[in-house]
């Protein structure tokens, strides 16, 4: 299905340059920000195969047409903040049920970019360290400094500890929102 531009306004509007070199160039004078999500929303699935992460992804049949599309970001808080489907979904849907907009600062918390060690987070072996070469680290979410957590004799207890400072992060980062869902699925996903 092809996405359907059904609104009765102008989506863009443009102003012609003088011509540069024999081309004319146009700049942007305004965009629908409806548009401009959505149409960001869909040019992402449509690139599905450059991107490994994209190759799963689906929309909503409701979404394909900018007019539901808009009707559901006007009952959002969106200003400032980026359309995810990460948090309250599998990463694999865009539909009303799974995306919300998040801020930058949570959009990086939860992108969770960190080593993954046999399927563990925030953990680093040294293996001169003698009974306990495992240690757990987190970016600090605060000061964006790299925090260490201690020192562990197994990669599972590192782990957890990594996780434990994630959670507290995670139940902070969510005190202010608003959105329940975003709220819960924050102080869960490091349970």
């Not at 960001?40 to 007019?67: F, G, Q, V």
């Not at 009974?131 to 197994?154: C, E, S, V």
């Not at 995670?170 to 102080?187: N, Q």
Request: aromatic residues 12%; proline residues 4%; contains cysteine.
């Amino acid at each position: 299905m092809k996405p359907v531009l059904d609104v009765d306004y102008i989506t863009v509007i443009r102003k012609e340059l003088p011509k540069v070199n024999g081309k004319r160039k146009r700049e942007t004078i305004w965009e629908c920000p409806y548009y401009v999500v959505w149409q960001n929303m869909h040019t992402r699935y449509k690139n599905i195969s450059d991107k490994p992460c994209y190759r799963e992804l689906e929309i909503c049949a409701d979404w394909y047409y900018l007019s539901k599309f808009k009707g559901w970001m006007e009952t959002q808080d969106w200003k400032g903040k980026a359309l995810d489907k990460d948090l309250l979904g599998n990463g694999k849907l865009y539909s009303p049920e799974t995306c919300c907009f998040i801020s930058p600062k949570i959009n990086v918390f939860i992108s969770d970019k960190q080593k993954n060690i046999n399927g563990l987070k925030g953990i680093i072996f040294q293996k001169d360290r003698n009974n306990y070469p495992w240690q757990a680290q987190i970016m600090d979410l605060f000061t964006g400094k790299q925090t260490n957590l201690g020192r562990f004799t197994t990669a599972m207890e590192a782990h957890l500890a990594w996780k434990a400072k994630k959670h507290e992060y995670a139940c902070r980062l969510a005190e202010p929102i608003v959105d329940s869902r975003i709220k819960h699925a924050l102080m869960t996903r490091y349970i």
